[in-house]
């Protein structure tokens, strides 16, 4: 089983929907960080978060430390948001899920 | 602007060649990251460097080489001994265990 697990693998959606990402994990951890690569490989860091919820702009990624949990939503969402959401813990290092590939269609 | 700078962005390599992917950062990092990046696997720490001239291996070391001769810049050898190179190779920099900055990455492909 990966220390670090996502779901949904792959996402669809129309634009305007709400949606979400999870992740799951086993270890213990400082910090968690959402990711976001696009299709040139790039990756973006969005989030970085130790507790609770934090937001910027329509992305809003929140983290329950005792049941080792984290959601990344997107509100409105816009074709140009389709990309590969990845998770990831900081432990000892840095440890990464297999990421979301997200797809929003016009 | 400040960031990473990884060179180039597509590289191919003939069996029994050694290649370096070059990876920059002007963020005036300490720390630097090599990950390998295959479909549907997270990514994959290779090497790992947290200060000037020194570096660490990561989970998936062998076959690789790394130097770290000065801050900015971290390249990454991938040696003939690797057997499967062909790849999504991603450099990170942070400024010591926070957030990482990553690079656009360089597809490595065999001949």
């Known amino acids: 089983k990966n220390e670090v697990e996502q779901s949904p693998q792959n996402l669809t959606a129309q634009e305007g929907e709400f949606i979400t990402i999870n992740c799951s994990y086993s270890?213990?951890?400082?910090?968690l960080h959402w990711l976001q690569q696009h299709p040139g490989g790039g990756i973006v860091s969005l989030f970085m978060?130790?507790?609770g919820k934090k937001k910027h702009g329509r992305l809003i990624a929140t983290i329950n430390i005792q049941e080792k949990h984290s959601s990344l939503h997107i509100t409105a969402s816009h074709p140009r948001d389709s990309a590969v959401y990845i998770c990831?813990?900081?432990?000892?290092?840095?440890?990464f899920g297999e990421g979301t590939q997200l797809t929003v269609n016009p | 602007d400040g960031g990473i700078t990884q060179s180039p962005k597509y590289l191919f390599r003939k069996e029994g060649q050694n290649v370096t992917l070059s990876c920059e950062q002007n963020?005036?990092?300490?720390?630097m990251y090599w990950y390998r990046q295959d479909p549907g696997q997270g990514l994959r720490l290779i090497y790992y460097?947290?200060?000037?001239?020194?570096?660490q291996k990561g989970d998936i070391a062998e076959g690789y080489s790394v130097s770290r001769e000065k801050k900015e810049s971290f390249p990454l050898t991938v040696t003939s001994a690797q057997k499967n190179p062909t790849a999504f190779y991603l450099c990170?920099?942070?400024?010591?265990?926070?957030?990482?900055?990553f690079g656009d990455g360089t597809r490595l492909s065999i001949l």
């Open positions: 978060l130790s507790s």
């Open positions: 963020l005036n990092h300490d720390a």
């Open positions: 270890v213990g951890i400082s910090a």
């Open positions: 460097s947290q200060i000037v001239n020194d570096f």
């Open positions: 990170a920099s942070s400024m010591s265990r926070g957030t990482q900055h």
């Open positions: 990831a813990v900081s432990g000892s290092r840095l440890t």
